[in-house]
């Protein structure tokens, strides 16, 4: 009893110095955490702050650098009402809302098809189809552009809406995601419909797909938030400004001969960006896993 | 050793083999066509087509050359500057972001209060758009208005020629990028820390080992596999870098920033030569190959020892 007291009572003397360091720890810790957030968070809060600003006032408001360079004190919706009348940019939107449902709708049908078969049914040349699928996962669609705008176009499809996403229709990364989430679905769930009679397309629909909503979720949330981003691709497939995305049109924006328009580009990146921004940390537990499982952006 | 999960396996091909040699080809048919169409298909194409020369007018095919294109590419600096810039590229980002990510997971493991504000930060970075980031640091770069000249010039410091400066321009593009994609490994590695039993840390810590040595005996060993993914993710991101090379610079200046990526998409689009960008995108993926390869090497001499 005493000695341990006494044990007690010299620890505690070292414990105080130990514990003044890992305040002092702690302390510079949360400041770095700030730090680090507010460097993520800056070129972006940038670009909305600069987007209630004139295009004047974000070209000189640099120099000399002040408050006002990065509040906007003479604030104006210019280049929102510019962008929306004049550029006609919800059409744009409009746009990238349907290459974006359309890469979803093709993706969700494909993954949770082949996911299911190659987690839970056997058929001959399963692992070798698998293994060729997986080994696209390192063929970045940068490389195989020029013969995949050839192929389009034999089709008959360059500058159409599904051209944007039909060539991702097969996604390795989305099958892999939701063969893993099938493979963790108990076995015996399925054993005891296919006692009862059921078949297997049946036990499909009615038993696999309902327990995978998740993974579902993070396959819409993370071939939506690819697609919104999307910008090679369309640059070069669209040749029609009506049908152009919107990636493309802001890009379009910065090169506008001898007429600056800063202010609308700042005003088109914020409205593009920022509600999937929000999207991507309020739905976070859906895109971090699909980020984690799969590595896809 | 898991003589639970040795059964349930065999049941499980078991509850498979009842069916169906109609269903299951069927049910992957969608996907393997689309696989084959529009992967397999312009892979084999391109592979082709860098042993071919093309009519400069209607882009037909005007016989084969063998290695013809190979020669005219590597006889051209632009593609060995390419060549070059793509390793460069590739050294960057994985020696930039790997670190980082490695350290800010390990602040964010503490779960202290600003975890949370780093943490969505970081998300959002990462879910924003490449062309639109891009578009905005661009901006940011401006020789003349941009912000970070006007901190330099603010704190007494020569400006500098971020985008146009012969040996800046790609380090501002890495580290634009690093920016934007430092939140995967970092999340990869998050999820590898969380999965380490806290036990292990408080055993070493009742040894008395210290942080540094727990970081390195332990942490580091049990974040293996984490590690190595995200090598090879940002192995990928780093190689076919290109939205923001397109939009910040075109490649410029004078060919300072252009890796093979954007050297086969100017080739292919801008040049009409399908011959030279087909051979010059073979050159990007055997870069791909060997780097991945090279790593896996590394990474398993480590496991044996």
């Known amino acids: 009893m005493t000695a341990s007291s006494l044990t007690l009572q010299a620890e505690e003397g070292v414990d105080r110095t130990a514990r003044r360091a890992a305040f002092l720890h702690r302390g510079a810790s949360i400041l770095l955490l700030a730090v680090v957030g507010a460097v993520f968070a800056f070129p972006i809060l940038w670009a909305a702050m600069s987007s209630l600003k004139s295009t004047d006032d974000i070209i000189t408001g640099t120099y000399p650098l002040s408050w006002s360079s990065f509040v906007p004190l003479k604030a104006t919706l210019e280049n929102y009402v510019y962008l929306f009348s004049e550029l006609n940019f919800q ?54 552009i020029v013969p995949l705008y050839r192929i389009m176009h034999w089709f008959g499809l360059v500058s159409t809406y599904p051209a944007l996403f039909l060539p991702f229709a097969c996604n390795p990364f989305g099958i892999f995601l939701m063969r893993q989430a099938f493979r963790d679905i108990p076995v015996e769930m399925e054993e005891a419909a296919r006692l009862d009679g059921a078949s297997p397309l049946r036990i499909f629909f009615s038993i696999a797909l309902p327990n995978v909503r998740p993974t579902l979720a993070t396959l819409v949330l993370i071939q939506f938030i690819w697609s919104w981003n999307a910008y090679l691709w369309p640059l070069v497939i669209m040749q029609d400004p009506n049908k152009q995305i919107a990636q493309v049109a802001i890009a379009n924006l910065k090169s506008i001969p001898n007429s600056p328009m800063d202010g609308p580009l700042f005003a088109a990146a914020t409205a593009v960006t920022i509600p999937l921004v929000i999207l991507s940390i309020v739905l976070q537990r859906y895109y971090v896993r699909g980020l984690v499982t799969s590595g896809m952006k | 050793m898991r003589p639970t999960t040795a059964p349930a396996r065999k049941k499980r091909q078991w509850t498979g083999q009842n069916s169906n040699m109609i269903l299951g080809p069927a049910m992957i048919l969608p996907a393997v066509v689309a696989l084959a169409l529009f992967q397999y298909l312009p892979l084999i194409t391109a592979v082709l087509n860098s042993l071919q020369s093309f009519s400069p007018f209607d882009q037909s095919s005007t016989g084969w050359v063998g290695l013809g294109n190979y020669f005219e590419i590597f006889a051209d600096p632009a593609f060995r500057y390419a060549l070059l810039n793509t390793f460069l590229y590739i050294v960057l980002m994985l020696v930039m972001t790997i670190p980082l990510a490695l350290a800010l997971a390990v602040l964010l493991d503490r779960r202290l209060p600003g975890t949370t504000w780093a943490r969505n930060a970081a998300i959002g970075a990462l879910a924003a758009s490449e062309a639109v980031t891009a578009l905005i640091w661009n901006q940011m770069y401006e020789p003349s208005s941009g912000l970070f000249n006007a901190i330099l010039h603010a704190v007494s410091l020569p400006t500098q020629p971020f985008l146009t400066g012969d040996s800046q321009a790609l380090v501002s593009i890495v580290v634009m990028t690093v920016w934007k994609d430092v939140g995967l490994p970092l999340l990869i590695f998050l999820a590898g820390l969380q999965a380490i039993p806290r036990e292990l840390h408080e055993a070493a810590q009742l040894d008395g080992a210290n942080d540094w040595q727990i970081f390195r005996k332990i942490t580091l060993p049990q974040l293996r596999p984490s590690l190595v993914v995200a090598l090879f993710i940002m192995t990928i991101t780093a190689t076919r870098m290109f939205t923001p090379i397109l939009i910040m610079t075109q490649g410029g200046p004078q060919g300072a920033t252009t890796n093979l990526a954007l050297y086969s998409y100017l080739q292919g689009f801008e040049f009409q030569s399908q011959g030279t960008a087909s051979a010059s995108v073979v050159c990007m993926l055997a870069v791909l190959g060997i780097v991945t390869l090279v790593q896996s090497y590394v990474l398993r001499e480590k496991q044996e020892k």
Do not use: H, K, W
């Open chain 1, 91 to 144: 059409r744009n939107l409009l746009n990238t809302l349907i290459a974006a449902c359309g890469q979803v709708s093709v993706a969700v049908i494909t993954s949770s098809l082949a996911g299911y078969a190659f987690a839970r049914l056997n058929f001959p040349f399963r692992d070798v189809v698998f293994g060729l699928l997986l080994l696209t996962a390192f063929v970045p669609v940068e490389a195989i």
